[in-house]
T-cell receptor, first 113, second 113 residues
Framework: AQSVTQLGSHVSVSEGALVLLRCNYSSSVPPYLFWYVQYPNQGLQLLLKYTSAATLVKGINGFEAEFKKSETSFHLTKPSAHMSDAAEYFCAVLGGGADGLTFGKGTHLIIQP | EAQVTQNPRYLITVTGKKLTVTCSQNMNHEYMSWYRQDPGLGLRQIYYSMNVEVTDKGDVPEGYKVSRKEKRNFPLILESPSPNQTSLYFC????????????FGSGTRLTVV
């Protein structure tokens, strides 16, 4: 069964600093991986996805993630944090019931002014 | 606009009083799912549907029912709500292969007292 582990329930960075949100996965098959963002009182929005093409995936709002099979990781990065990036971020792997998503527990990103 | 619409956004009810949360998508998607989100647990799949009249249990189906009589609608039914079903609920849909990514509704915050 597929699973996802997000390291750090809360991550705090200064505005303008590098954002790094960690995600490790477990999958018995080549995985499809996703990062979603949830702004306060809103639903989930797809940031980016890995579907076995390029290992470096670029998403919206300046985010990108690199798939590393040897490390079973799919960490999310952004070179320079903005106040508007403050949100909850979820890593997910495809493989729930009938192509459902299995989510990590989420990382709350805090941006310090 | 392509979207998944859930109603209501907020609901407070009493233990044992049957309720239905509606979900509708306008993208002609085959797959639809319900998730619940709880602090520290991320999102967990409740039920999913691969097409009309085809539904199956996800990871946390106890206390819930669903139906899929039409392709666009996938209501979530709580026959006898209990306080442990207090949660944030999301409906999501995808065209038929989860690798394309799911579109999520805005969520329904349910409180059972």
């Amino acid at each position: 069964a597929q699973s996802v582990t997000q390291l750090g329930s809360h991550v705090s960075v200064s505005e303008g600093a590098l954002v790094l949100l960690r995600c490790n996965y477990s999958s018995s098959v080549p995985p499809y991986l996703f990062w979603y963002v949830q702004y306060p009182n809103q639903g989930l929005q797809l940031l980016l996805k890995y579907t076995s093409a390029a290992t470096l995936v670029k998403g919206i709002n300046g985010f990108e993630a690199e798939f590393k099979k040897s490390e079973t990781s799919f960490h999310l990065t952004k070179p320079s944090a903005h106040m508007s990036d403050a949100a909850e971020y979820f890593c997910a792997v495809l493989g729930g019931g009938a192509d459902g998503l299995t989510f990590g527990k989420g990382t709350h990103l805090i941006i310090q002014p | 606009e392509a979207q998944v619409t859930q109603n209501p956004r907020y609901l407070i009810t009493v233990t044992g009083k049957k309720l239905t949360v509606t979900c509708s998508q306008n993208m002609n998607h085959e797959y639809m799912s319900w998730y619940r989100q709880d602090p520290g647990l991320g999102l967990r799949q409740i039920y999913y549907s691969m097409n009309v009249e085809v539904t199956d249990k996800g990871d946390v189906p106890e206390g819930y029912k669903v139906s899929r009589k039409e392709k666009r609608n996938f209501p979530l039914i709580l026959e006898s709500p209990s306080p442990n079903q207090t949660s944030l609920y999301f409906c999501a849909s995808t065209p038929g292969q989860g690798a394309l990514g799911y579109t999520f509704g805005s969520g329904t915050r349910l409180t059972v007292v």
